[in-house]
């Protein structure tokens, strides 16, 4: 009874990701017309093809006079978007005008941001880390440490960017989570159907390594206490009328249990972008007053 009520949530969860994961009533005209939004791609050697991606600039960062560096969001779509959903979907590039941030926003595909076992080339979780974010650093003035550099994302993405703290804690000081599809290593083709069976080709079968590995409640669950101190701050929000929002309230209740410091927001919303919308733009502010906390503290010294 236990296996065949998992099956029948999965099966909703499916049917809801299909139907509603990119609708909304946000809709914001597209930014790439705005100067400060640009269009670029990667040559990435691990995925063995060009990678798309979008880099939000601060107002006045080509000022020659201007020598400042900032600090960098980066910024995770979710399944079945794409790279450019956060700039024509949401307010980001007027969002972000009043914060010294550098935000990007990759390329995830279906990927789930991690190194599939049956495609080669889909490693979309060694892209971001070892290739993206170095590419970030090398060409743009950015604050190339742990403390200045942030990630977070919806659905899909929340899962991912939580994925990249957890196992990259000296990467990110902050990382968030909004609708986030936090259960992703424990869905199967058998509970969910066709998008379970995309995750079994990247994760393997149900027990295997890979997925053990990138289930991000046992690692929360194995981590010593030691590693739990060095962990980012972690931010998890999910609308209240959203189908995963049971899983982002047991994901809390782990690290109520195991005493890591977060923020927890539960709102009225639903899985669309409509609240992303709303998120996106309340973690801009957490992650800018982070950066304007941390130039107060260095000056004080």
């Given at each position: 009874m236990e296996h065949r009520s998992r099956c029948l949530v999965y099966t909703f969860v499916l049917a809801v990701l299909l139907t509603f994961a990119y609708t909304g009533n946000a809709q914001v005209s597209p930014e790439s017309g705005n100067k400060s939004v640009r269009t670029l791609q990667l040559k990435s050697k691990l995925m063995a093809r060009d990678m798309p991606y979008r880099v939000v600039?601060?107002?006045?960062?080509?000022?020659?006079?201007?020598k400042r560096r900032f600090g960098v969001v980066y910024l995770l779509h979710g399944l079945t978007?794409?790279?450019?959903?956060?700039?024509?979907?949401t307010g980001l590039a007027e969002y972000s005008k009043q914060y010294d941030l550098i935000i990007v926003t990759p390329e995830g595909g279906d990927g789930w941001?991690?190194?599939?076992l049956a495609v080669p080339n889909d490693k979309y979780e060694s892209y971001v880390i070892r290739e993206l974010i170095p590419e970030i650093d090398k060409?743009?003035?950015?604050?190339?440490?742990?403390?200045?550099?942030?990630?977070?994302?919806?659905?899909?993405?929340g899962y991912g960017a939580l994925k990249f703290g957890l196992k990259y804690p000296e990467m990110f000081s902050l990382v968030g989570s909004f609708s986030g599809a936090l259960g992703a290593a424990s869905f199967t083709e058998k509970g969910i159907g066709a998008i379970g069976k995309t995750i079994d080709a990247i994760f393997g079968p149900p027990e295997s390594d890979a997925r053990k590995g990138n289930d991000?409640?046992?690692?929360?669950?194995?981590?010593?206490?030691?590693?739990?101190?060095?962990?980012?701050?972690?931010y998890v929000d999910c609308g209240t009328e959203d189908f995963l929002f049971k899983n982002n309230r047991d994901f809390i209740d782990l690290l109520i249990?195991?005493?890591?410091?977060?923020?927890?927001?539960?709102?009225?919303?639903?899985?669309?972008?409509?609240?992303?919308d709303s998120q996106v733009k309340e973690f801009l502010r957490i992650a800018g007053r982070r950066i304007t906390t941390q130039k107060s503290v260095a000056a004080a010294h």
């Open positions: 600039l601060p107002v006045n960062y080509d000022d020659e006079r201007d978007g794409h790279y450019d959903n956060w700039t024509d979907k941001y991690s190194d599939s060409n743009y003035r950015t604050m190339a440490d742990r403390e200045h550099r942030f990630v977070a994302g919806l659905s899909m993405g991000i409640f046992g690692m929360v669950k194995d981590l010593s206490p030691d590693q739990l101190k060095k962990l980012p701050f972690i249990t195991k005493k890591v410091p977060h923020e927890f927001r539960e709102l009225p919303g639903a899985h669309n972008w409509t609240f992303w």
